[in-house]
């Protein structure tokens, strides 16, 4: 590859109008139990980018994900070794509290996930459990974040309706919609669009170019194409360790690495 | 730096498709080098049956470009192919339509043959011995580069263009000196510089054809270089 793993690929300032060292994953590796399904992680991603996780099932990209917002530590027996950092600061700092860190890094899931009440209910949830009573405020959160997801427009007469009456494509960009509610830095995306239909996906890799604006975004997706459409970054992962990293232009015309370009093009995995 | 691929698609059909379109672009070249070399012996030996041979076997080639069109458009929006995939269809539509021009050249040539046989034979008609032999030589390596994805030879080839530009200034200055001194001639020496022109094109097409071999082999863009 043409960079070490620990420095952002060849970024220019025009590249990355945001913070180049935003997140740092440094020596990480992590086990469930006796089995490592990490190997040395290094890499660094700047804030308000897409950067895509690819590589076979199994390969680790979904594990280190969820190491983010520390989602691992829910499976027992599980641990990890070395570092990640946000703004420079460890995201296992004993000052850091997981359900904060959680508010600041959202997370959209493969199978869509709204809870069974109201679409307003959905989005306002996180706020109401946050403390927020302000009814202008969360009839404001509701609007700015249908809005931010490309779905006020279809659901705005029906608000009070359940979330379980809105087509798949609608109901994963309301869990989008209800990610960003409590107005995160980061979005994690595990494969958000493996369960929908093309139209739904394009809606959905649309928003994810949207929210890029505003949000750093880290998406899991076994879609090459996808990854190619809607990252500015890709990293590929094979067998636990990260093989290559780099522009998303560079990884989809040009690969360094042997085994990114076997895989891209579809010669194993 | 660059990578190839080094094992099949897990989609057989994906490597069918591949292996087809550079099948077709293989037959494509080889069915050009049969023609430029008809047409050639046609203005040697003084031979129109080679020249229409020639010139009437240039609608196959015609159709083979079209095919290979349509083949390249056929696994790229089947397969959506990236990295080497991609630069591989890419290069083979890239190179179908330079083939294809080499071979409107070779017909172009047996065209003014044809005129140049029927006029009594002239010896500078040898002048053209040796840019033959370099125009053909360099299509010839031009269809080996892209059968080898020899990128080594494709870069040589950028070369042998300059050369083959030089023989071709020279034979024109003679030409015209030739149709100052024997204008008896005149109509045979302009056939000759016609064909000179016409040589000197299919360096210029194998240059390209190069050129897209090296893309294709090393993700290299080396068009443009040196100018």
Redesign the interface.
């Known amino acids: 590859m043409s960079e070490s793993p620990t420095s952002p690929p060849m970024l220019t300032d025009d590249f990355a109008p945001g913070e180049v060292n935003f997140m740092k994953v440094e020596d990480f590796n992590f086990f469930y139990g006796k089995k490592q399904a990490l190997h040395g992680i290094n890499l660094t991603i700047p804030s308000r980018k897409v950067t895509a996780f690819i590589g076979p099932s199994g390969c680790g990209k979904s594990t280190l994900l969820r190491n983010f917002n520390r989602m691992n530590e829910l499976i027992p027996g599980t641990r990890h070794e070395g570092d990640i950092t946000i703004h420079g600061t460890s995201i296992y700092d004993p000052s850091v509290e997981v359900i904060a860190l959680r508010r600041r890094i959202g997370m959209v899931f493969q199978k869509s996930n709204p809870f069974p009440m109201s679409i307003y209910g959905n989005i306002v949830y996180p706020l109401r459990i946050a403390g927020e009573r302000d009814r202008d405020v969360l009839d404001g959160a509701v609007e700015r974040c249908l809005r931010s997801a490309a779905l006020w427009e279809e659901v705005k007469d029906r608000l009070h309706e359940s979330a379980l009456s809105l087509s798949g494509g609608q109901m994963q960009r309301l869990c989008i919609a209800r990610a960003i509610a409590s107005r995160p830095e980061i979005l994690l995306m595990d494969e958000p669009c493996s369960a929908l239909d093309p139209i739904a996906t394009a809606k959905v890799e649309e928003l994810i170019i949207e929210l890029r604006k505003d949000f750093t975004i880290l998406i899991v997706t076994h879609n090459?194409?996808q990854a190619?459409r809607v990252s500015d970054l890709t990293a590929f992962f094979y067998l636990g360790s990260l093989v290559e990293y780099d522009i998303t232009q560079k990884i989809?015309?040009?690969?360094?690495?042997?085994q990114?370009?076997?895989y891209?093009?579809?010669?194993?995995? | 730096?660059?990578?190839?691929?080094?094992?099949?698609?897990?989609?057989t059909n994906?490597t069918a498709s591949l292996d087809h379109l550079r099948g077709s672009v293989l037959m494509m070249s080889s069915l050009t080098q049969r023609n430029l070399k008809n047409s050639i012996r046609g203005l040697m030996d003084r031979d129109d049956d080679w020249c229409n041979n020639s010139i009437a076997d240039d609608e196959e080639i015609d159709l083979l470009e079209m095919q290979i069109d349509r083949e390249g458009i056929d696994v790229m929006s089947r397969?959506?192919?990236?990295?080497?995939?991609?630069?591989e269809v890419i290069s083979s539509i890239k190179i179908g339509a330079n083939i294809e021009r080499v071979a409107d050249q070779a017909v172009n040539i047996a065209r003014r043959a044809r005129k140049i046989n029927e006029h009594p034979e002239v010896p500078e008609l040898h002048f053209l011995d040796e840019l033959v032999k370099m125009a053909v030589s360099m299509f010839d390596d031009a269809v080996r580069s892209f059968a080898e994805r020899n990128a080594h030879l494709a870069v040589e080839l950028k070369a042998r263009d300059k050369e083959l530009d030089r023989l071709n200034r020279e034979l024109t200055d003679k030409m015209i000196q030739r149709m100052q001194d024997d204008s008896a001639n005149l109509p045979t020496y302009l056939n000759l510089i016609f064909v000179s022109r016409c040589l000197e094109r299919i360096g210029d097409h194998a240059a390209n054809m190069a050129e897209d071999v090296v893309f294709a082999v090393r993700?290299e863009d080396i068009r443009h270089l040196g100018k």
Request: net charge negative.
């Open positions: 090459m194409h190619s989809f015309t040009n690969p360094s690495s042997q990114t370009e076997d891209i093009t579809g010669r194993f995995g | 730096m660059h990578t190839e691929p080094s094992r099949p698609h897990t989609l994906f397969f959506q192919p990236v990295a080497s995939d991609l630069r993700a």
